[in-house]
């Protein structure tokens, strides 16, 4: 409804001869209200100063046309109050029809990494990554909904007001790896293995370890173990032997 009346409004502005004051400058006063209404910015106090421009039309205008242009807010206001104050205090459409206040996200249970959103987004704003989720750049986003027709798994999700809480860092997809994962992790347990296999050489016989050569005592060492040797048989000889009778 808020939407059809900013529509509604643009169409009579386009339609006004703009001679009258009340209509010319009452239609722009309404249509800055509605465009600031549909892109989540119009405040409580706006309202009131619209509706009371849109009164002050039906009896001070010149013409029929400017008479009934105050009729699409005036209508919207009685009619749909409560739609109109969801885009006014919460900045939300209960409609999704207002794209300003509509959020798009991936959600990370049923994107599987195929990247087919990124290839039709518009303002590249899609980051994807091999084997993880797709994620969506919020502030760059347009909110055009292509990636939200084309996802084939429907993980694109529309919605109005705030976006759940996502995670903050990259996610694997659920469920399966991706294929080019799976052969990267191939390929680096293959290359540890030839590893460990070139470190021997297959058929080779083993060589025994060479027999130790005899330590050879330095002449110093030499010299004190013969003199060892020659005080101990003096010692010996030098005691006279016993004689029996």
Known sequence: AVDLMRREIQTLRQKSCG??????????????????ATNGR??????DLAEEIAEAMTV????????LAGMPLLTAAKNF???LDAHIRRR???TGVCLALTQIYIDPAKC???GTCATVCPAQCIEIRSGFVSVIESFDCTRCGKCFEICPNGAVVKTSGRAPKLPTKPTRVKGAKREAVVEEEKEERLG????RSFGKTAGAAVQPAPAAEPKTEEPAEK???????????KRVYAKPKSSNG
């Open 60 to 67: 001070s205008c010149n013409c029929s046309l400017g008479d």
């Open 19 to 36: 001679k009258c004051v009340y209509c010319r400058e009452g239609l722009y006063q309404l249509m800055q209200f509605a465009r600031e």
């Open 192 to 195: 540890a293995k030839r590893k």
């Open 223 to 233: 010299a004190k173990s013969e003199l060892k040797t020659v005080g101990k048989r």
């Open 92 to 94: 939300e459409c209960p």
């Open 42 to 47: 119009a405040k409580p106090q706006s309202l």
């Open 112 to 114: 599987v990494g195929c």
């Open 81 to 83: 109050a409560g739609e």
